[in-house]
């Protein structure tokens, strides 16, 4: 039985793939493609480079793709007469090809900012090449660094940012853990950091990392908030509640110890301001700054907490032990 | 015809179904936001159609209950120093006795049950027991309400503490009212189904004798006092 699913398994995929003898093979494109004169002219009167370099191409991880599996336009001899109006247009014909071969990446895209810019007619938005190359399509995240390098080539303000970021400085350092774009931003299905979704999903993605702190902020009004708006479908009608990032900042993210951080008790009552804008200078000491109140910190909550501790299993359970005593008497007098 | 003796006012009773109403609203809209990582807390917020409007409830209740709690003590003040009010609620030491007693009893030590007045030991336990936990419960409320009004005056640590002390308030008084209010209104043998005075503001001469004898002694002596000129 397994047996014959595996011969079938490998039927269906060997029908499937496109079979080398139906199409022209790789070396027979490039004894033209080779020539760095071939080129041809856009309607807009840009000159289109027709050469392809066969370095990148054996270096990159579609080495043993046939030309004609992406260029399947351009895959009969003589080539079909073809006019585009601009290289953008180019590049903008040859996208559909990616998801005949990755097409639940090509889904995941249709979520995303980028494919919406696309759909509203945006040329300037990127589709797959402008992010993975064409001839040199390389593993994306090798080395890590390179992911927020692709994504600086049009985001070059927050690249700048984030580089100047407590992530940014750790990436330089080579530590590999921090987030680089696509950890909070997401690759193929990268969502409007407008949309509130995104803005109830920012805890759980620091905390992916920060778990010690989502856990105390979670327990705080904040938190809460967050938590529970995050789990309902109707929009939120209160206020904007806190999210890590209106405290820390965004791309800009320092060190909470650092002297320009927002967070640092010297800027935190202009911290707390921006949504509380009456707040004095005792109130930024109702947020307990992520501690566990304990005997060295807060030790007022903690007090509260140890005495309720105390008090309701006591006052609970003497209630409960009444009445069994006056059930077990009752039962005693019959 | 079966005797019944006047035990509550109407202006006490509209206030048992005030706080008995408000409580409910109160636990259903806050106890979702304490144990907001559960899976019925979360559903329960959508059912109320958001943790915003859930609120929006709990604090109109709130305040309403404040209002209420507000209106009680005033009333209770003004009659205490006008001396319009019998002081029969207030704990004595016959209360402390009568525990002890109700307790030797309960274990079989003695066969003598405590006799008690208008209020036992339990009543006013659970009145001044309400009284106290309404004022915490009000008081933290009104800090969490206006936390940067509090924060001018006071230590901003009061607001976490007073966000811990009114949640766990509201859970001590809802455990007490699931586990001894419902035991002693509801399935007690001795009331069960149902103790309806604090509704009808009636109980019946037998309850009287079973439940406060002391009190119907002198209620009695009383009748016989005025009485007695005329006979």
Redesign the interface.
Known sequence: MAFAAVVATVFLIAQSAPSPAARVDNDTCLSCHNDPTLSLKARDGATVPLRVSQDALSASVHSKVACGDCHSAAAEMPHPERSFASTRDVTLALDAECRRCHFANYTKTLDSVHQQAVARGDRTAPVCVDCHGAHDVRKPSTPRTVISQTCAKCHEGIAAAYAGSVHGHALRDGNQKVPVCTDCHHAHDVAGPKQTAWELRTPEMCGSCHANKFTTY?S??HG??A???R????????PVVARCTDCHGVHDIQKATAPQSPVIKANLLKTCRQC?P???D???????SHYE?SLHK?Q??YA??LG?AV??PF??GG??L??L??????M?NR | MIRKYVRFSPLQRFEHFAVMSLFVVLAVTGFPQKFYDHRWAQAMIGWLGGVDTARWFHRAAGIAFGLLLAAHVVRLVWQVATGTVSLSIVPTRQDFRDAVQTLRYYFGLTDKQARFDRFDYRQKFEYWGLLMGSAIVVGTGLVLLFPIVTARFLPGELIPAAYLAHSQEGLMAFLVVIVWHIYNAHLSPDVFPFDTSIFTGTVSEKRMQHEHPLELERLEHAAADTHEPAA
């Open positions: 979670l705080d009004f809460k908030t938590s529970l708006r789990n309902q479908n109707t929009p939120a009608t209160g509380h009456g707040a004095t005792n109130f930024p000491a109702a947020w307990l109140p807060a007022f909550v509260v907490r309720y008090v309701i006052m609970v209630l409960g009444q009445i005593l006056h059930l077990w008497r009752l005693a």
